[in-house]
């Protein structure tokens, strides 16, 4: 004997493992989904009149008027990794001239 239970969708009694007798024929085809066309936006008039800021926006003035100092430093090596850069090429160099002499 098949196990039954009871749909939670009509009430109706379905065995296990298969659909619902009463929900099966009730079901609405899905429909597709609306499509939006970007071309037919529309700006509302509510926004119409907003003072936005132009092309002519400079970020590092903003950055320096909001936090109150530099917008941010160079980036860059510090100077004692190019020291350390010269002193390996040097030693480097020291190394080739010795040998080939």
């Given at each position: 004997?098949?196990e ?30 609306v ?19 132009d092309?002519?926006?400079d970020?590092?003035?903003?950055v ?38």
């Amino acid at each position: 004997m098949p196990e039954i239970y009871q749909c939670p969708f009509c009430g109706g009694e379905a065995a296990v493992g298969s659909p619902c007798p009463g929900c099966v024929g009730k079901q609405k085809r899905k429909r597709p989904p609306v499509r939006k066309d970007p071309k037919r936006w529309k700006q509302d008039e509510v926004h119409d009149g907003l003072d936005l800021p132009d092309d002519g926006f400079d970020y590092d003035e903003f950055v320096a008027r909001e936090f109150g100092h530099v917008p941010h430093r160079k980036l860059g090596v510090k100077w004692y990794w190019w020291a350390l850069g010269c002193a390996l090429l040097a030693i480097v160099a020291l190394m080739v001239v010795t040998r080939l002499w």
